[in-house]
């Protein structure tokens, strides 16, 4: 079983984190800090995520090369493997609570990894998913 983490980190905070300084500095800024501040996981989806859309995304998109620094940088840190029961949960959770399947396996890699809070933009800030809190750090700024 991996090691409890205080909060699991969606594609999109790595990716404010990597390419936001020119685009969204409000962002990149928060999710600079989250990187610094938390104890977080990842999953091997999140970081897939983010090495395929680290060079298409932004108005300065990173190098295939820049992309893979990145997502060595975060070998260290807990990360939840999409397998069979993430897999499983993550269809079960899409249908319960009408979500796609890829929100969906986020939620399950987070409770995988022991986390009950899970930051991303792209779910309902404030709404709780069976046992995993969503918030939008961005959301009040």
């Keep these: 079983m991996p090691t409890r983490v205080g909060c699991f980190l969606d ?6 984190a990597a390419l936001g300084r020119v ?5 990149y800024a928060i999710s600079r800090e989250l990187l610094a501040a938390w104890d977080f996981g990842l999953s091997t989806q999140v970081l897939g995520e983010f090495f395929v859309n680290a ?6 998109p ?7 620094n990145w997502v060595a940088q975060f070998e260290e840190r807990p990360c939840a493997d999409l397998d069979l029961s993430i897999v499983r949960a993550a269809i079960d959770a899409s ?3 009408q979500i796609s399947y890829w929100d969906a396996a ?3 890699a987070a409770e995988r990894l022991g986390s009950n809070l899970v930051y991303t933009e792209d779910l ?13 750090p961005f959301r009040a700024h």
């Design 11 to 16: 594609t999109n905070i790595l990716l404010y």
């Design 23 to 27: 685009d969204e500095p409000q962002k």
């Design 55 to 60: 060079q298409r995304k932004s108005s300065r």
């Design 62 to 68: 990173l190098s295939a090369a820049e992309a893979a």
């Design 95 to 97: 249908q319960r609570f």
């Design 106 to 108: 986020i939620l399950a």
């Design 124 to 136: 309902n800030h404030g709404q709780i998913y069976g046992s995993v809190r969503v918030i939008n």
